[in-house]
């Protein structure tokens, strides 16, 4: 059961780095080529639908994470890989869900959404450090050989 734990944590992890990456580098500087005319029913849809992938998925590492945290013995990678998961969560919480309900009220401001949306871009930053770093340090404490690398 221990060994479906980590490989359901590495697995989790790690399907947040891809999307983290996906996110910051494709989608979300993409944001700033949306039309005004179609720019809030694209955001709403986007902030919808992104939410069946990343809600289970954040919800899955999380609850694996404390379960480690819980069961093995002390190790001080695994509570900095989970500050890194706190941190990201933290991020996601008070940094980019504020963005975007931002950009939800505005959405034809011309002026108002390019700054928006750059900033968004930046302090998504944060999550994608925390998140690249949990993914290789996950692998450093777990061993690659799980996952055949």
């Known amino acids: 059961m221990l060994e479906l734990l980590i490989l359901t944590q590495i697995a989790s992890t790690w399907l947040m780095v891809g999307l983290i990456w996906l996110v910051?580098?494709?989608?979300?500087?993409l944001l700033l080529l949306v039309g005004d005319s179609h720019f809030a029913t694209y955001h709403q849809?986007?902030?919808a639908r992104i939410a069946w992938i990343v809600g289970p998925v954040m919800?899955?590492?999380m609850c694996g994470?404390?379960?480690l945290l819980m069961?093995?013995?002390?190790n001080i990678g695994l509570f900095g890989a989970?500050?890194?998961?706190v941190t990201a969560w933290l991020s996601t919480a008070f940094l980019q869900v504020g963005l975007h309900h931002r950009l939800s009220l505005a959405p034809h401001d011309a002026?108002?959404?390019p700054p928006l949306i750059n900033r968004l871009v930046k302090t998504n930053w944060i999550r994608t450090f925390c998140w690249s770093a949990r993914g290789l340090l996950i692998l450093t404490i777990f061993g690659a050989e799980r996952v055949g690398v």
């Open 111 to 113: 002026a108002l959404k």
């Open 82 to 85: 989970f500050g890194l998961l």
């Open 45 to 47: 849809q986007h902030c």
């Open 65 to 67: 994470a404390l379960l």
């Open 24 to 29: 910051q580098i494709v989608h979300y500087p």
């Open 71 to 74: 069961i093995l013995p002390f």
């Open 59 to 61: 919800s899955v590492e």
